[in-house]
């Protein structure tokens, strides 16, 4: 009978929006629901209520839907609904509670316009877990018809899900996604944990798949590059998460990561970041997806498009947003890029990721003396590590100070061992004092092991570096790089490269002697 009400209404709904006239709101945010069950241990329940109805609305293309690790900061906030929508720039926010016992549910959802303070929606759903997904979707589309918003055939189809879950999976798939999102060393592996239990429950659900592949391989790169068993792994998750459904965002999203970090398969990244852009439009991490990748291969315009996008959905993300700094960085935005990372360190205090990436952009910027400052300060907070080492080694090696250098690379070197692959660290290393026969061995190493590092071979300032030997561009090669567009500042090298390379094919060819040899 719930079921049939629902139709009713949805008939209804459209009669009035086809009758009715233009779209009532344009850009809208759900903000963090209240937690009525009286037990605190259900935030990350209630959490996870609120970004499943803001992940569903991100799949309507005609609707701006802010991301909720951008409204997380309004839970308990004395503002008012006002400015809340002036800071976040919409015209319609969404609050609600959710209550809990048991299997039982109930979740109370409100639509609110915040000038007139007027409920444009309001329902209360009463269901049992295994039908949250279910009722994630009812809400969606009752809050699309509301507003009078377009709805396609195919997004109502991917909103509109009938499956069921296993509670116990659901829980620890939301525990594993909260751990996941503190972006720290303990809270990887804690993922990886909970969200593997959660698809050994349930084998037939999406979404802890497509977490699971993005835990398994993110807190392996910092220092070593990437563990080959764990993107093996991670691998493995994101295709199951494709089987399961393929006109699902997350596993596209999740294997658009493992091409563009492992595979160096830049086409496949880029088809399955923008199939996952057309599957959920409103979600940012599919655009951090594809500026990241645009930037390693040196598009920059389309990697500061992409950013301007995560940027309007969601300014606040942590990793999301450091990484745009990092595009800005390797666009040659300093300023802006420096900026960007100011502000996240304001906003997440206790992350090591904004100090991580304002030493990187300093380096990027040649400012060797600012990279030295900002890691005796990382350090002196939260130590050594090989990222912080591998830096230290190019700015004291790029402001004279080579026997400091040389006493830090020989440490590193002595110190690598068959589980922690620091090759592309070395490599870079050894250029910047100038080896560059072992830097090009240790290139060569790390680009066989398939090196996350290797990704940024193609960075303006490595170009720089690098880029008058050879063996550079047969590396760019190797690793499977498209040619650089006119934008790169190294594109021009890289064709006198190519062109140099094809005359030595012919002359091979057709066994000619070449000019200065006759």
Known sequence: AKQRQFQIEQAAAEMLREAGGPQLLERIAVLPFENYSGDAEQAYFV???????????????????????????????????KDIARELGVDGLITGSVFRAGNDIRITAELTDPDSLGSLWSETYDDTMENVIKVQGQATLAIADAIRVAVTDEEQKRIAREKAVDPEAYDLYLK?????????????????????????????????????????????????????????????????????????????????????????????????????AELSPNDPEVYNGLMRSYARVGRFSDALKASERLAELDPYALQANANRAWVHMAAGETDVAIRILNELAERYPESTIPSRYVYEVFESAEQYERVLAEIARFEERWGEDEATIEAKIQALAFTGRHSEAQGLLERFTREESETSSRNAFIAFGRAAMGDMDGAFESFQKAAEQRDYWMGDLLLPRNAKLLGDDPRYWELVEQLNFPPLPPEHPACEQQQRYLINKRAEELIAERGLVPAEQN
């Open 176 to 276: 594993g996604k909260e751990a996941y999102l503190t972006y720290t060393e303990e809270g990887y592996p804690r993922a990886v944990s909970l969200l593997s239990e959660a698809v050994e429950i349930d084998q037939n659900f999406v979404e802890p798949y497509a977490w699971l592949s993005y835990a398994l391989w993110v807190g392996t790169v910092w220092g070593s590059g990437g563990d080959a068993e764990a993107f093996e792994k991670a691998r493995h998750a994101a295709q199951r998460a494709l089987e399961i459904d393929p006109d699902a965002a997350p596993g596209h999203y999740a294997m658009g990561w493992i091409h563009a970090t492992r595979d160096f398969d830049w086409r496949r990244a880029e088809e399955h970041f923008l199939r996952a």
């Open 47 to 81: 959490n996870g209520m609120t970004d499943a109805l803001t992940a569903e609305l991100q799949k309507i293309s005609n609707l701006v839907v802010i991301s909720s690790s951008a409204t997380r900061g309004y839970r308990d906030t004395d503002k008012s609904l």
